[in-house]
């Protein structure tokens, strides 16, 4: 069975900085997307970021980029430029393509932005 | 596109009682999704559809749970009774047919669940 981990419950951040997220995943496949989904307040899941595995070059959307280490099961997130609309959890996401489109979550982390 | 959209956004109820939360998926999207979140437990995967043919059902809890598809835009996850420990924030997602697209669920609002 494929699992999710994020080990951070909670990180801060001030105004205008960088964070990193981390997260681990365990599967014995070898095709599969990873994604980071952002939760605000609203509780409403936006995507933020998708690699596919078979990708070498970390994906990037404007100030969210991505660390993907595949043999180290590895996906973290960094949010450069920190801004206040940032806040949120942030859910680590896997999907294995032999699966069909389900998606195995981590635990999530908070997100908190200092002005 | 209007998005999922999931109904009642709120629902407040009494232990024993019907609940039905309603789902209708982004027009042309093939698969389903009924997600559960709790503090405790996170985002668990309860079922899914594809083509309206349920797929995994193995995250639905118990027999008091159950969820249909009776055509591509619409969908149903019912609990019957309903107990206290049922209440949790529940989503519904669509996306393409699986091996299609770029895999990305897209997630509706929510439909937030209170058993007093």
């Known amino acids: 069975a494929q699992t999710v981990t994020q080990s951070q419950p909670e990180m801060s951040v001030q105004e205008a900085e960088t964070v990193t997220l981390s997260c681990t995943y365990d599967?014995?496949?070898?095709?599969?997307?990873l994604f980071w989904y952002k939760q605000p307040p609203s509780r409403q899941m936006i995507l933020v970021i998708r690699?596919?595995?078979?990708?070498?070059q970390n994906a990037t959307e404007n100030r969210f980029s991505v660390n993907f280490q595949k043999a180290a099961k590895s996906f973290s997130l960094k949010i450069s430029d920190s801004q206040l609309g940032d806040a949120a959890m942030y859910f680590c996401a896997m999907m294995l393509k032999a699966a069909g489109n389900k998606l195995t979550f981590g635990g999530g982390t908070r997100v908190l932005v200092k002005p | 596109d209007a998005g999922v959209i999931q109904s009642p956004r709120h629902e407040v109820t009494e232990m024993g009682q019907e609940v039905t939360l309603r789902c209708k998926p982004i027009s042309g999207h093939n698969s389903l999704f009924w997600y559960r979140q709790t503090m405790m437990r996170g985002l668990e995967l309860l079922i899914y559809f594809n083509n309206n043919v349920p797929i995994d059902d193995s995250g639905m809890p118990e027999d008091r749970f159950s969820a249909k598809m009776p055509n591509a835009s619409f969908s149903t996850l019912k609990i019957q009774p309903s107990e206290p420990r049922d209440s949790a924030v529940y989503f519904c997602?669509?996306?393409?047919?699986?091996?299609?697209?770029?895999?990305?669920?897209?997630f509706g609002e929510g439909s937030r669940l209170t058993v007093l």
């Open positions: 690699q596919e595995a078979y990708k070498q």
């Open positions: 997602a669509s996306s393409q047919t699986p091996g299609m697209g770029t895999g990305e669920l897209f």
């Open positions: 599967t014995s496949e070898s095709d599969y997307y």
